[in-house]
């Protein structure tokens, strides 16, 4: 596709339940960020990836949070017994990454996680 | 870490009227500075960046200053128009491949006829 692809656009879960997202990234593009965005906040970083390496998991909030990106090109963010706080949009971002510039970041439209 | 904060946090301008909005940083090493625009329920998208190396750059009606020694940068929009309204946020970074944004909370900007 022609941009960041991201699923489900939106997803309601228990408290409790374990959710996965999913972000394909543009084609080719080496690095991808996983941010989250609480309403009326700016994007928090979460994760990153370069191709399949995980290489900055700093901001991920918990042991309950995780991502890979097994083949360097689609990736799923997952959050097991999801809890009331863990409400937010989740976006995700890819960049093409020639080295030592920092490019454009390109961002799909986010999966919108409410928890009950 | 790198912190950012924004001003104001919400902007109501009639149209023709300019806006600006401010940002300010903490790391004296980032040298990169986009601005991204969010339209309600929409995807971030950039619309203008600057690094370290220029104090200002323009593209149209929009245009993004930087001070590096007192690290702070601004984003300009001139003869305002109601599809400017949106929420805009600044951003932070180093160069390099595996450089992470840290944004700023938002500026709700509002454009009224």
């Known amino acids: 596709g022609a941009g960041v692809s991201q699923s489900p656009r939106y997803k309601v879960a228990k408290r409790g339940q374990d959710v996965a997202l999913r972000c394909d990234p543009i084609?080719?593009?080496?690095?991808l960020f996983w941010y989250q965005q609480a309403l009326g906040q700016g994007p928090e970083f979460l994760t990153y990836?370069?191709?399949?390496?995980?290489?900055?998991k700093s901001g991920l909030p918990s042991d309950r949070f995780f991502a890979e990106r097994p083949e360097g090109s689609v990736s799923t963010l997952k959050i097991q017994r999801t809890q009331q706080e863990d409400s937010a949009v989740y976006l995700c971002?890819?960049?093409?990454?020639?080295?030592?510039?920092?490019?454009?970041?390109?961002f799909g439209e986010g999966s919108r996680l409410t928890v009950l | 870490g790198e912190n950012v904060e924004q001003h104001p946090s919400t902007l109501s301008v009639q149209e023709g009227d300019s806006a600006v909005i401010k940002c300010t940083y903490s790391?004296?090493?980032?040298?990169?500075f986009p601005w991204y625009k969010q339209e309600l329920g929409k995807r971030p998208q950039l619309i203008i960046d600057?690094?370290?190396?220029?104090g200002e750059k323009k593209d149209q009606r929009i245009a993004v200053t930087l001070n590096k020694t007192a690290k702070h940068f601004s984003l300009h929009i001139t003869e305002t128009q109601p599809e400017d309204s949106a929420v805009y946020f600044c951003a932070a970074s180093k160069t390099g491949t595996a450089s992470k944004l840290t944004f700023g909370t938002g500026t709700r900007l509002q454009v009224t006829l």
């Open positions: 790391d004296s090493a980032s040298n990169y």
């Open positions: 084609s080719g593009h080496v690095s």
């Open positions: 971002a890819s960049r093409r990454s020639t080295s030592g510039v920092t490019g454009e970041l390109f």
């Open positions: 990836f370069q191709n399949e390496a995980q290489l900055d």
């Open positions: 600057i690094r370290s190396n220029v």
